[in-house]
């Protein structure tokens, strides 16, 4: 399989305008930089002088006042994977020097063997019953990988190293690590060790970590009694056996067979990690989120269904990932609506709580439902504290892949889009490329590209599939458009500027059961319902709190008329461009009809700027004159298959390759 494009350093893409601003909210408002301070889930020094003193841990451990092995270790390390990143992305000094420290704790408690994981010294790689091992070390060492590449300190590569090979001496041919007595959702995680493996192969080369990777693949699939079994081999090469079991497992397994098969070029895998991508579409709603509650098993992706904010961060992952491997822009086209609909709509725009579990038409937002799971909290401690870590990573994630390296020689990729600076070094020539957007609130991007002298590369930008057409000034560069991208050739000089204007249209947009919604380029919109809010719990010492939304007045649903989306665009000038979730710089204006069938004039915001909404409508056949031009009062929040392997992955429709001299026009 040939991989189109190649990783960057973390650290080589930073955050600019509302994207820097956000992380900087969330470390310094909310409950980002602190969740050690309001969770013992998140310090209970799992890792350190806590650790595990048996083998096995029960499914409610998480809840309990006791040492509970990979539900903390799970809790800590994947928080400071996020909090790490965030800290050195936004630049904020506290953040970073807590994150200095936190890492050294967890450097530090290594012993002589080189070990770094939750167990005590008896109970390490002797598993009969459920195994956390692979699971909470994968979490620690992308945590330490994280923070070496942010911050060129060396050993802590090799810390994971050293630790690595441990674990890999006690596992492997002979010594399976999926087949154990009673797995439950510890072991079923631990595929993700292959994370570890994936980022060391490239870091050192080493084939040892690409073999034991996919020796880890291959001993879960080969495994009967494992508990989540979606992306079992077998199973991913049946494309009509549904998913079924935990979304986050579905979601992060994704990207392991799609690994396998770059590094082996062995068709079956490469058949496996096709049908995986094909499959998942099956399961995700319109804003973009694979549902769960928590298993996909018998449940439709309708309006009202719910999802994981764990599973939004996996299926983003995992979506960079294809992104990366196969070149398909679709990929990331998902990637981008995932991250700006689902994953903004599930989130205080303060940074303050998240939604374990959110739906697309949310009227409510209480304990009422998937076992409290809907309200909106810093910890969800009741449950488990492991979606509002997941959250902490989803920007900091989003922001590092953004850009990629052209795999077949220099180069670089736009694959996503936002406010940010890509730092480089091409042909041996230091680059800075700023995007200079309000994106996704704007379709206008403007890239400054400052060389530190004069260097020949070329420049690849996405054409998101839902742009009906561009224009596109790159002065006199050579241009060609292929398979979804624009690729500009030219000598680069500091000062030179790239324009691309992306022209969107208001379309509809149909969930499974045959709703109807309205999107305008990368956004999804909604109808915002004025909610009331509820204190269900504070944090002493923290403006913090367990927040429970509902109506404040009689809630009404609409419908639409998908035949007559005569919604005009509105923008906001006075709207504050560093924190356009709160209150959004654009807006849609048009007609929704009443449950009487009447017409009423309604204004939709950006899901990712509601609380309670409600996103897809009934259709309406009515065709009545608007009855009031102020019909629904404003809106005020009260509180902060496949069957070509891997060519389908890869192929699209194809555009006509063409030289053009610029500004470029194109419309579909």
């Known amino acids: 399989m040939k991989v189109e494009f190649k990783m ?3 650290g080589d893409v930073r955050p600019r305008s509302w994207m820097k601003q956000q992380m900087l909210d969330d470390l310094q408002h909310g409950f980002a930089a602190c969740l050690d301070e309001i969770s013992p889930r998140a310090s209970s020094g799992a890792f350190t002088g806590n650790r595990a003193a048996c083998a096995a841990v029960a499914e409610a451990g998480m809840v309990e006042d006791v040492p509970c092995g990979w539900w903390d270790g799970e809790t800590q390390a994947v928080w400071w994977d996020g909090f790490v990143r965030m800290a050195y992305l936004s630049g904020d000094e506290a953040a970073i020097g807590k994150a200095d420290r936190v890492m050294a704790e967890l450097l530090d408690s290594r012993d002589e063997s080189g070990y770094i994981g939750i167990y005590a010294p008896k109970w390490r790689y002797r598993h009969d019953d459920e195994n956390g091992e692979f699971w909470t070390q994968s979490r620690a060492f992308v945590a330490m990988l994280a923070y070496y590449e942010l911050t060129g300190k060396a050993e802590y590569l090799d810390a994971v190293e050293r630790a690595m090979q441990l674990t890999m001496q006690h596992y492997g041919p002979g010594h399976s690590y999926f087949n154990v007595k009673r797995p439950a959702g510890g072991t079923c995680h631990g595929l993700m060790l292959v994370d570890v493996c994936e980022w060391l192969f490239r870091l050192t080369g080493k084939d040892a970590y690409r073999d034991f990777g996919v020796w880890c693949y291959e001993d879960y699939s080969a495994t009967e009694q494992v508990r989540d079994t979606d992306n079992q081999l077998e199973n991913l090469l049946d494309l009509d056996k549904d998913f079924t079991w935990h979304t986050p497992h579905t979601t992060e397994h994704l990207r392991v067979p799609l690994w396998v098969a770059s590094v082996t070029d062995d068709p079956k895998f490469q058949q496996a990690a096709a049908n995986a991508f094909t499959k998942i579409q099956r399961y995700l709603t319109p804003s973009g989120a694979c549902i769960g509650a928590e298993s996909i098993k018998d449940f439709k992706p309708t309006p009202d269904m719910t999802y994981e904010y764990c599973a939004i961060t996996e299926l983003l992952t995992s979506l960079q990932s294809a992104s990366q491997k196969t070149g398909n822009r679709q990929w990331a086209d998902m990637t981008e609506w995932l991250a700006f609909n689902a994953a903004q709509g599930a989130r205080l725009a303060d940074g303050k709580g998240i939604s374990y579990m959110t739906m697309d038409n949310r009227f409510a937002a209480t304990t009422e439902g998937n076992g409290g ?3 909106l909290s810093p910890t969800h401690e009741d449950i488990a504290v492991c979606c509002n870590p997941n959250a902490i990573k989803l920007l ?8 990629m390296r052209l795999a077949d020689g220099e180069g670089m990729c736009a694959l996503c889009y936002g406010p940010s600076e890509l730092h480089t070094e091409i042909a041996g020539t230091k680059v800075k490329i700023t995007q200079e ?7 206008q991007i403007v890239f400054h590209i400052e060389p530190e002298r004069p260097v020949t590369f070329e420049l690849r930008l996405r054409i998101p599939g839902w742009a009906q057409g561009y224009e596109l000034d790159a002065g006199d560069a050579q241009i060609t458009e292929e398979e979804g991208f624009c690729r500009i050739q030219r000598e680069w000089r500091a000062g030179d500027e790239i ?18 919604g309205v999107k305008r380029g990368p956004l999804l919109y909604s109808l915002p319902i004025a909610a009331k809010n509820t204190v269900l719990r504070e944090y002493p010492g923290h403006d913090l709190a367990d927040l429970a939304f509902e109506p404040s007045e009689e809630l009404n649903t609409y419908s639409l008329v998908p035949a007559e989306l005569d919604f005009q665009t509105h923008r906001d000038p006075d709207a504050d461009r560093l924190r356009p979730w709160r209150i959004s710089p654009i807006s849609l204006k048009g007609n929704l009809y009443n449950e009487n069938g009447e017409a009423v004039s309604a204004t939709l915001v950006p899901i990712g700027c509601t609380v309670l909404r409600q996103t897809m409508f009934k259709k309406s056949k009515a065709k009545v004159k608007k009855r009031s031009p102020s019909a629904l009062p404003a809106f005020h929040l009260s509180a902060s298959g496949t069957r070509h392997a891997l060519r389908c992955l890869i192929t699209m429709s194809r555009m006509t390759s063409t030289g053009a001299s610029t500004p470029l026009k194109r419309s579909n």
């Open 8 to 10: 960057l350093q973390l």
């Open 499 to 516: 324009s691309l204007s992306l022209r969107c249209e208001v379309e509809s947009v149909s969930a499974c059961d045959g709703d109807v």
């Open 437 to 443: 957007t309000d994106y996704p609130f704007s379709e």
């Open 373 to 375: 799971r809907r309200k």
């Open 396 to 403: 900091p994630y989003y922001t590092n892949r953004m850009w």
